[in-house]
């Protein structure tokens, strides 16, 4: 387990945190099958294999004590928030919020857990979506957010039309960018959430006018500020 402070990711993220925490959608403590549950629909996208739940659990009951040696010594708890998270990104009314819990979720677990590096419910997060592009502890660029990348690109093709012929423009201007803002994590950060945005562009398509979806598309790579007319429509967040 790490603490937030002293690593890359905005203090945004920590604030998340905190407010998951105190919402009351989870107990303070959850349950190993509580928590295995919530995170096997989030992981498989609400089709788990038929052991996966099983799996997570019995890593949860193995990581339960380490936690509470981290927490005697004054680390933070983050077990009730990665639960709300990983609720949240299969409850909550907007699908842009969707998206965002989910990558919120992966983080907070991440910081739960004692060795992020080797645990096992985390290894079972990243065969579903690799980290491509580490930032920091539980974030950076998957390969969910190089997927979004390529239906951002189609954004103007007929709905339904196959975004995989766009993959590999996907990989190069994703990549490319992402370098190019190796001095701003505030700008790399943006780019990790890159799935949510897109998600929402695609659920509010029909509410956006041409000029609204050009201007959300355009802001991943120009890092200029949508309107608040435009924000909403996407986010669902005023």
């Known amino acids: 387990m790490r603490p937030c402070s002293g690593n890359l990711i905005p203090r945004l993220v ?19 099958e509580r928590l295995a549950a919530a995170l096997a629909a989030v992981i498989w996208d609400g089709a788990p294999p038929p052991d ?6 019995a890593g949860i009951v193995a990581e339960y004590p380490l936690l509470d040696a981290a927490i005697a010594r004054g680390e933070p708890d983050y077990i009730d928030a990665t639960l709300s998270a990983a609720l ?10 969707r998206r965002a819990m989910y ?10 857990v004692e060795d992020a590096e080797t645990n096992p419910m985390l290894a079972e997060w990243r065969a579903m979506d690799p980290v491509q592009e580490p930032l920091g502890l539980g974030t ?3 390969v969910s957010d190089f997927a979004a990348t390529a239906f951002l690109l189609g954004l103007e093709d007929p709905p339904g039309a196959d975004p995989s012929p766009r993959m590999a ?3 190069t201007r994703l990549t490319s960018v992402w370098s190019e803002q190796a001095e701003s994590p505030s700008r790399r950060f943006i780019l990790t959430r890159l799935d949510a945005w897109t998600v929402g562009i695609l659920a509010n398509r029909a509410a956006l006018s041409p000029e609204q979806r050009a201007e959300a598309a355009d802001m991943p790579w120009s ?14 967040v005023p």
């Open 52 to 57: 996966a739940t099983e799996r997570l659990r």
């Open 88 to 97: 949240l990104a299969r409850e909550a009314s907007h699908p842009a919020t």
């Open 140 to 142: 950076g660029l998957a």
């Open 223 to 236: 890092g200029a500020t949508p309107s608040p007319e435009t924000t909403k429509l996407v986010t669902g």
């Open 103 to 112: 990558d919120i979720a992966r983080y907070l677990l991440a910081h739960a």
């Open 14 to 32: 920590a604030t998340t945190a905190l407010a998951l925490s105190l919402c009351g959608a989870a107990e303070a403590r959850p349950s190993p």
């Open 169 to 171: 423009e996907a990989l």
